[in-house]
């Protein structure tokens, strides 16, 4: 076991701690021991978790668009074009088997990013126009209010008069 954060220096001044303020690492020295293994496995973690995140990182499309005539996900690609970086998407199912398999699906990324911006933008246009359409017959109901609430108290009203008039009805029979 390693214990340290015995004590504590406060403006240049050393100060004794509790026990109950050290920190005690349990199984410290094990773990010193057999660090080579650790560093070797650490690096093979690395390693494995490289390309995956990579990829996530820089092809924000990977594992997301589908080839429409074979279904095939499509890769991604770099290529270098006048003297410019591009990724390109690509269908594996062409990029892997040819032309018999599937046709040269491909699409630039700059191409899905105004194609994502334009459609966040539409969205951005529809939900506006609905909020407002939403306004709008909230205002029309509102100005409606009192006088659907004015026409209810009339019925009310009608209503009464009418419970009134059977119970007259009612007592004459009785009085019969
Ligand atoms: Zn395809």
Request: charged fraction near 30%; charge should be positive; proline fraction near 3%.
């Amino acid at each position: 076991m390693l214990i340290n954060h015995r004590s504590e220096t406060n403006s240049g001044k050393a100060k004794r701690l509790e026990q109950a303020e050290w920190y005690r690492h349990e199984n410290f020295f094990p773990v010193v021991i057999e660090r080579d293994i650790w560093e070797k496995v650490q690096q093979k973690l690395k390693a494995q978790a490289r390309p995956a995140n990579g990829n996530k990182a820089k092809h924000r499309y990977a594992g997301l668009i589908l080839c429409k005539e074979c279904g095939s996900p499509f890769v991604p690609m770099i290529r270098y074009w006048n003297g410019k970086r591009r990724v390109e998407y690509v269908c594996k199912g062409y990029h892997r088997n040819g032309k018999s398999y599937c046709s040269s699906h491909r699409v630039h990324e700059e191409v899905l990013d105004a194609a994502v911006q334009e459609f966040a933008q539409t969205m951005r246009v529809k939900m506006a126009e609905k909020q407002k359409e939403l306004k709008q017959k909230q205002k029309m109901w509102a100005l409606r209010k009192p006088v659907l609430d004015a026409h209810i108290l009339l019925l009310q009203e009608k209503v009464l008069k009418f419970e009134q008039e059977i119970d007259e009805i009612v007592m004459e029979k009785l009085r019969i």
